[in-house]
C-alpha cells in the first residue's frame, strides 16, 4: 500500500524558516517525481514544487521560488521542503504527492506563520 | 500564466446526474486529474488521465474530454457525494508544472 506522510509543520513568526518532510512507502520512491501542494484556509489547492525521480529537474511557483527549497534523499525514500523567510500567506496545509500515472497524496502538515 | 478553469458551484438533487466541467488550452495535449476534497480531509483522487476511474471509486463516477473541455460526471449522485472537486493538469511547456482550477462546490439538494 503506497504511504506518504508528511511531517515538520508548525507555528512560525513570520521571516522563519521550517523544513517539512515526506516519509514515502509502498512504492519504488527513487523511480517517480513528486510534487509540493499547499492549500490555505478556506482556499483551493495551489501547486508549489516538482522535482524529478532523480533531484536533476526543479521547478517552483512563482509565489516561493526563492525562498522555498525542495529536495529529496532516494536512499531514505524521502521528499523535503525547506521554508525560508516564512510569510503570513504561507500558511496552508502543506500536502506532497507522488507524480506518477495514478497520483498519491499524503494526509498533509499544516503550517501556521503567525507573531 | 496557465489557468483551468471551474464553475464555483453546482447543485443536483439525489439520483440526478451532476456535470462539472474544467477549461483549459492545454487539455488537448495534457491529461486531466480530478479530485474529491470533503471538509477537513485531504484530496482524493476520482478520476485520471481524462477517464480512468482508480480502484475503489465507484462506477458513478466518470470523466470525459472534448477539446479544451474536459468534464467530471456523477451519475445517480448521493448524498456523500456532497463535496469540493478539483480538476489538475500540466503546463503545456514540458515543464511539468501542475495547474489546479479553482475548484467546485458540489451541493446534493
Known amino acids: 500500500e503506497v504511504q506518504l506522510v508528511e511531517s515538520g509543520g508548525g507555528l512560525v513568526q513570520p521571516g522563519g524558516s521550517l523544513r517539512l518532510s515526506c516519509a514515502a512507502s509502498?512504492?519504488?520512491?527513487?523511480?517517480?517525481?513528486m510534487n509540493w501542494v499547499r492549500q490555505a484556509p478556506g482556499k483551493g489547492l495551489e501547486w508549489v514544487s516538482y522535482i524529478s525521480s532523480s533531484g536533476s529537474t526543479i521547478y517552483y511557483a512563482d509565489s516561493v521560488k526563492g525562498r522555498f527549497t525542495i529536495s529529496r534523499d532516494n536512499a531514505k525514500n524521502s521528499l523535503y521542503l525547506q521554508m525560508n523567510s516564512l510569510r503570513a500567506e504561507d500558511t496552508a496545509v502543506y500536502y506532497c504527492?507522488?507524480?506518477?500515472?495514478?497520483?498519491?497524496w499524503g494526509q498533509g502538515t499544516l503550517v501556521t506563520v503567525s507573531s | 500564466s496557465y489557468e483551468l478553469t471551474q464553475p464555483p458551484s453546482v447543485s443536483v438533487s439525489p439520483g440526478q446526474t451532476a456535470r462539472i466541467t474544467c477549461s483549459g488550452d492545454a487539455l488537448p495535449k495534457q491529461y486531466a486529474y480530478w479530485y474529491q476534497q470533503k471538509p477537513g480531509q485531504a484530496p482524493v483522487l476520482v478520476i485520471y488521465k481524462d477517464s480512468e476511474r482508480p480502484s475503489g471509486i465507484p462506477e458513478r463516477f466518470s470523466g470525459s474530454s472534448s477539446g479544451t473541455t474536459v468534464t467530471l460526471t456523477i451519475s445517480g449522485v448521493q448524498a456523500e457525494d456532497e463535496a469540493d472537486y478539483y480538476c489538475q493538469s500540466a503546463d503545456s511547456s514540458g515543464t511539468y508544472r501542475w495547474v489546479f482550477g479553482g475548484g467546485t462546490k458540489l451541493t446534493v439538494l
Open positions: 504527492a507522488s507524480a506518477g500515472p495514478i497520483p498519491d
Open positions: 509502498g512504492f519504488t520512491f527513487s523511480s517517480y517525481e
